[in-house]
């Protein structure tokens, strides 16, 4: 069975996977609405509310990178105490 740490790292995974897709399109949108590709006031609308979406979609993306890695840093630590024969972290109590 694989250690938590282990498990860990394959969720790590599959969320920064998922987080380069969003990238990814964000991309592509900045691309596609480019005024010299959609121009006139539909553009003009689209292109000033992608700009206020992309900031909070950008933000949400950082926020999850950091909590991921916090999570990671606490997760190792509490790895490393369990094969130290030392469980003096939050889940040793649950147990």
Do not use: H
């Not at 740490?5 to 969320?15: F, G, K």
């Not at 909590?67 to 990671?72: F, L, P, V």
């Amino acid at each position: 069975m694989p250690d938590r740490l282990s498990e860990w790292q394959a969720d790590m995974r599959v969320i920064a996977e998922a987080a380069d897709g969003i990238e990814r399109t964000l991309q592509a949108v900045d691309a596609t609405c480019d005024s010299s590709i959609w121009a006139g006031p539909a553009g003009d609308r689209f292109r000033d509310e992608w700009a206020q979406q992309r900031v909070a979609i950008r933000a949400a993306l950082n926020d999850v990178r950091t909590q991921a890695q916090e999570i990671t840093a606490r997760v190792k630590r509490e790895e490393e105490q369990r094969l130290m024969g030392n469980p003096s972290g939050p889940r040793a109590s649950a147990y």
